[in-house]
């Protein structure tokens, strides 16, 4: 979305010994070839390694640092509280520092999260007392009050985005939605029999992905930083999601999934409901519903496997958004 405005976008990638830019790749630019320059620079770099981002802020100097990256998977962060705390806590801490101490006047956004509600009722809104139900919920709740502390003792435009889940078809295959709708497409193909998952009955508020990047670049750009809940006020359990995807392309989930207790978490989040009135005051309102999201989904992951949609996420799509392809292009 940066890029599609006109900005020179720098991201920082972690090095690895297999390809990690799949998500990506569609946007960079090959510096070998021919064709239109993008204005997009990967540095390597780390959150554990404070070093590489003074560095980073040293050479890029920019203008906004939207801080999305984590140890992001809760179920994983049981496994590993330290590392999560480190690199999701800690991690965050860092960038501010090198933004203060290199005297940067960027503009700074941290993607809180709405686990940092955790058991608390719903619905959850800014005033909602955060209770944390997990090692990455206790780092984010950590990195949160960093942000709060940096923007009130140094004055610096540091912004809490509260968002709920947001999903796409770019969603990470370990997180429910895509595991779902990734199977049900596969196994429509009848390369896969059986689906494996935890909790069913947890609810959720879903909302589309490209509709959030929005939501944070608005909060970037407003005069006065501070912490906004971004989520669609409507929640669904991931039964209810099961129904939808799979009833989508005529399949009952019941004759293919099965529960493995290894996906439960040791305490789970029941039940997260945005209440996003002050987001819709600000102008932001969602036009993807729960349906029209697995929707989209069922689509693209049908079209990866060469099978034929029924195109309803498709249309969709290309109603609000004008063309089916931007979710991989543009947004
Ligand atoms: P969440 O997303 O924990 O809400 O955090 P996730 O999709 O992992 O889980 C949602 C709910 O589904 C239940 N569930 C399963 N989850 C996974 N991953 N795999 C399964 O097999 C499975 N079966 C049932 C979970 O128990 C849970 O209740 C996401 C992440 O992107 C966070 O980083 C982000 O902060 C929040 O969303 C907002």
Redesign the pocket.
């Known amino acids: 979305m940066l890029l599609s405005k006109g900005y020179e976008v720098h991201g920082m990638i972690r090095r690895a010994s297999t390809f990690n830019t799949g998500r990506i790749d569609h946007l960079y630019h090959d510096p070998h070839g021919n064709g239109d320059k993008v204005n997009l620079y990967l540095h390597y770099g780390d959150l554990s390694a404070p070093q590489s981002l003074t560095d980073l802020v040293y050479n890029v100097q920019p203008d906004e640092v939207y801080h999305l990256a984590a140890q992001?998977?809760?179920?994983v962060s049981f496994d590993m509280p330290e590392y999560t705390g480190d690199v999701t806590g800690l991690g965050t801490t860092r960038i501010l520092e090198a933004l203060r101490r290199s005297g940067s006047k960027a503009r700074f956004y941290q993607a809180s999260?709405?686990?940092l509600f955790g058991s608390a009722n719903p619905p959850q809104n800014e005033d909602t007392p955060f209770l944390p139900r997990s090692p990455y919920a206790a780092a984010k709740m950590y990195a949160y009050w960093m942000v709060r502390n940096y923007r009130e003792a140094y004055n610096m435009f540091a912004t809490n985005g509260i968002?709920?889940?947001h999903e796409s078809p770019r969603r990470g295959e370990?997180?429910?939605?895509r595991?779902i709708t990734r199977a049900a497409a596969s196994i429509l193909a009848g390369r896969q029999k059986n689906l494996y998952?935890?909790?069913?009955d947890?609810k959720?508020d879903w909302g589309y992905a490209p509709e959030y990047v929005e939501a944070m670049y608005m909060l970037m750009q407003i005069d006065q930083p501070g912490d906004f809940v971004i989520g669609t006020g409507e929640a669904h359990t991931?039964r209810e999601f099961l129904d939808e995807a799979f009833g989508y392309i005529n399949l009952d989930w019941h004759d293919y999934v099965h529960i493995d207790p290894r996906?439960f978490?040791p305490t789970?989040?029941d039940y997260l409901l945005a209440d996003p009135t002050r987001a819709n005051q600000m102008g932001w309102k969602p036009r993807v519903t729960f349906r029209g999201l697995v929707r989209i989904m069922m689509d693209a992951d049908l079209e990866a496997l060469g099978l034929p949609s029924p195109g309803e996420g498709k249309r969709i799509i290309n109603e609000q958004f004008g063309d089916w392809h931007c979710w991989e292009h543009q947004i």
């Open positions: 992001s998977h809760v179920r999260t709405s686990e968002l709920f889940n370990t997180f429910v939605t595991k998952l935890g909790n069913l947890s959720r991931v996906y978490r789970e989040v």
